[in-house]
Nanobody
Framework: QGQLVESGGGLVQAGGSLRLSCAASGRTISRVAMGWFRQAPGKEREFVAAINWDGGTTYYTDSVKGRFIISRDNAKNTVYLQMNSLKPEDTAVYYC?????????????????WGQGTQVTVSS
């Protein structure tokens, strides 16, 4: 729904933190679920986190549970991914995506619009 632009990526040492932002323009995202995915070189794009339209329900892939937090501010038309205790295995391009429906989903096929991605590199 409109353009999605990710920001906040960069280079960080293991154990550090980054906060990614996904700003939506053109149309409101307040009535749809949103998600974060990532893709490392040579690997398929994988689910990271998702959030219901109202923020009431969140899902995370097992590898980031307890370290990452997805949130949203519908008034600002923005979704966030707070990443703590980063590990080298978190290195990837991170993509923000808009879902077809209102409820959080881990399935890539349920997302209909994607941002351009932001690079996250974690060094040991």
């Amino acid at each position: 729904q409109g353009q999605l632009v990710e920001s906040g990526g960069g280079l960080v040492q293991a154990g550090g933190s980054l906060r990614l932002s996904c700003a939506a323009s053109g149309r409101t995202i307040s009535r749809v679920a949103m998600g974060w995915f990532r893709q490392a070189p040579g690997k398929e794009r994988e689910f990271v986190a998702a959030i219901n339209w109202d923020g009431g329900t969140t899902y995370y892939t097992d590898s980031v549970k307890g370290r990452f937090i997805i949130s949203r501010d519908n008034a600002k038309n923005t979704v966030y991914l707070q990443m703590n205790s980063l590990k080298p295995e978190d290195t990837a391009v991170y993509y923000c995506a808009r879902a077809w429906g209102s409820f959080a989903t881990t399935r890539i096929g349920q997302y209909d619009y994607w941002g351009q991605g932001t690079q996250v590199t974690v060094s040991s």
